[in-house]
């Protein structure tokens, strides 16, 4: 026996919730013969508050506490009848198992249900949320030795329309079989039909499969409309797009007026994906969670009549086949655009870097007349400093004349005139030597 401190680390955190993960949604054990009423409900905008308190009118149930709905699972023994709640991402569903009455055995014809309900119809009625999936699932004993006899007595009982029908089990342990019909009181109706010896927790799995089959088929149609109503959008889209790149191609038309148009096209492409890509990734996910669902049913054909894998690949594919399409398109047309984007980007960048070299080869030439300018101002400098020097030697050769110094100051003047040219000429060129060797 293991003891009751095992000698292990410290738990994660998380180490409890997701190991009981597995056993959060128990299957019901189902006693046949028996009548499962399953409503499957949108909880968008519908607190767990809401459906505490629809849950609080139930016989005996006034002291429901919010905590025994924490873990998204709740299952009410009542007498006579059992109820679940389970809540998930985007419905909430509940499921009413009860004993069949006696008038809906098999042999009945399009056997009348509703009144025999054990809860409220204004209960039913007042489920939070909006209808996504309403079924009546009758269990009962049956003779499978002949299937074609049993089929013939669930197509009685469902009321001779077309029916879907298969042997479940690789030991055909028991048959399912419904017409998938919408009826007047809002119901869909499948009808199993198993041997005496079936057990309660085989019809437990049984049930739930078959429901979750039907609830994720019409979540996965979700997205049916929303592929539909993207359909012009798209089209749109890419007629203008192809319209922009034809501009590009010809340069018809400028580079801002293109730009300015592929803005406001990327903008709309990328809130239509931030608005529909979680129902494009749900309907993939609802979808293969109805093909795990019905493999996990094992059905066996009966002769002339189609199975529900064979009726929903038939059906469900076309549709999941549009909305996938929808969703790729408009991911190839999100990816075209940017594509389309980095070209008009290259256009503009070799237009720019054009401009640049212009404007560039422009300063170039400002510059060389700059530097032929300062060295004809550096000539012009020269002369004049030399001039102001020459002046200078010449008002002092007249300063020395006037004190009685033999000098002339037009000769003394005239004679200088070569080396402070020199002196000036070889000063300027050391102050240049001196500024470009700091450079």
């Known amino acids: 026996m293991d003891t009751a401190q095992p000698l292990l680390p410290i738990n994660d955190p998380l180490r409890e919730m997701l190991h009981n993960e597995v056993h959060a949604r128990p299957p019901a054990r189902i006693r046949l013969p028996a009548l499962v009423v399953f409503i499957a409900v949108t909880n968008d905008g519908v607190s767990r508050e809401q459906e505490l308190a629809h849950l609080r009118r139930l016989p005996g149930q006034q002291d429901l506490q919010a905590e025994q709905l924490s873990g998204s699972f709740l299952r009410l023994r009542l007498p006579g009848y059992t109820l679940k709640w389970e809540r998930h991402t985007e419905f909430t569903r509940y499921s009413l198992v009860q004993p069949l009455p006696e008038g809906a055995q098999l042999g009945a014809r399009d056997p009348e249900l509703l009144s025999h309900i054990v809860l409220p119809a204004d209960w039913l009625a007042g489920i939070p949320g909006r209808t996504i999936a309403a079924i009546k699932l009758v269990m009962l004993h049956g003779d499978l030795a ?64 078959l429901l979750e089959i039907e609830t994720y088929r019409l979540l996965a149609l979700r997205g049916l409309p929303v592929a539909k109503q993207l359909g012009p959008f798209l089209s749109r889209c890419e007629a203008q797009l192809a319209d922009i790149t034809a501009h590009l191609e010809s340069k018809s038309a400028t580079d801002q007026s293109l730009l300015d148009t592929l803005v406001s096209l990327a903008a709309g492409v990328e809130r239509a994906i931030a608005e529909h890509a979680y ?83 422009k300063l170039t030439r400002g510059q060389e007349l700059q530097l032929r300018l300062q060295s004809t101002v550096e000539g012009l400098s020269i002369a004049a400093i030399s001039y102001y020097v020459i002046s200078l030697i010449l008002y002092l050769g007249k300063a020395g004349k006037e004190m009685g110094l033999p000098v002339k100051p037009e000769l003394l003047a005239g004679a200088a005139i070569p080396v402070v040219l020199w002196s000036v000429w070889w000063t300027t060129k050391k102050i240049h030597e001196k500024l470009h060797a700091d450079h």
């Open 146 to 209: 002949d299937p074609h006899e049993a089929l013939a007595q669930g197509r009685t009982w469902l009321g001779e329309h077309t029916v879907v029908a298969s042997l479940m089990g690789n030991q055909s342990h028991s048959m399912v079989i419904t017409d998938l019909m919408l009826r007047e009181s809002g119901y869909e109706r499948i009808l199993v039909v198993a041997p005496p010896d079936t057990t309660e927790t085989r019809a437990g799995r049984i049930s739930q499969r």
């Open 279 to 361: 129902r494009f990734s749900a309907t993939r996910a609802y979808d293969g969670l109805v093909a795990q669902r019905i493999a996990e049913l094992r059905e066996q054909p009966v002769p002339g009549t189609q199975t529900i894998g064979e009726f929903m690949q038939r059906r469900l594919s076309p549709a999941m086949a549009t909305v996938q399409a929808t969703a790729q398109r408009l991911a190839s047309l999100s990816e075209r655009i940017t594509r389309t984007s980095a070209l008009l980007r290259t256009r503009v960048d070799i237009a720019t870097e054009v401009q640049n070299q212009q404007l560039l080869a």
